[in-house]
């Protein structure tokens, strides 16, 4: 479970340091597909891994909105300041939770059960989904992107 | 990990619904990304995931070449024909097999050593980000995409 979390961050942490050679105006432009940019996905990605561990813990959760964070460096301080409480959460996790129920209200009212398990790798794949994305989009600028090989980045080790 | 690997088999199986629906030209047509088309990205996830199934018992890894198998129906019987063996091995998994250490020899000669947890989780999220690259195609087509939701599928259950 840790290390799929720490593999996201580090791959998430090339795509920033990507999106730095990149003019700002091709990271904000509108694009096919997925919540529609390369910044808007990081931020998205972002708001909902942090709603995610937020929600496990019967914290708030609020709808952070990307209109005010329409540059890499705001994006990169609203990652910093979520990582905390999720770092936090994530290497405090242990296999026991795997079974904890969590109720969610669904739009239309009703009411789903979800393990935190389940829940927990719902957050992995979803950023793996959207980094899948950015590859794509990453080539039709011409460039190429990040690699998202999980082996050979010393994750066991730690 | 079972549950990852039984969120890929799933979502998987729906892609090969989604494409019954296009026109195989379209599964064929080379696009940017990845690697440059819908039924070659099915294909290249199968095999992936069957590679590293077989490279961790020490068995021979062969590579299919996509060439031979230019349609929905010969892709399907291809993962179906590598499925029960991947399967067999995802069942057995047990936790004190992820320290196990795997050496690979790499084109340039040097030999690495992964443990055999990273290369579980390396073919998971290689397969979660390919699907990514899908979506942003189907969108393209102006279809829909397969859901990348993990939780609502009744996974924890099992």
Redesign the interface.
């Known amino acids: 479970m840790q290390?799929?979390f720490r593999?996201n961050w580090m791959v998430r942490e090339e795509w920033y340091r990507w999106c730095e050679e990149v003019e700002e105006k091709d990271l904000l432009v509108d694009r096919?597909?997925?919540v529609g940019g390369i910044l808007h996905t990081l931020f998205h990605i972002i708001d909902v891994e942090w709603s995610w561990i937020r929600l496990l813990q019967g914290k708030s959760d609020f709808q952070e909105n990307f209109q005010e964070y329409q540059s890499l460096q705001k994006v990169r301080e609203l990652d910093a300041k979520f990582r905390k409480e999720v770092e936090q959460f994530v290497s405090a996790w242990e296999e026991s939770m795997d079974?904890q129920l969590f109720q969610d209200t669904m739009p239309d009212g009703r009411i789903?059960t979800?393990?935190w398990?389940?829940?927990m790798?719902?957050a992995?794949?979803?950023e793996?989904?959207?980094?899948?994305?950015l590859?794509?989009?990453?080539?039709?600028l011409g460039k190429k992107?990040v690699s998202?090989?999980?082996?050979?980045r010393n994750?066991?080790s730690k």
């Open positions: 290390m799929l593999y096919t597909g997925g079974n789903v979800d393990t398990g389940e829940v790798r719902h992995i794949a979803h793996i989904h959207h980094i899948g994305q590859s794509v989009w990453a080539r039709e992107p998202a090989n999980l082996i050979g994750l066991a």
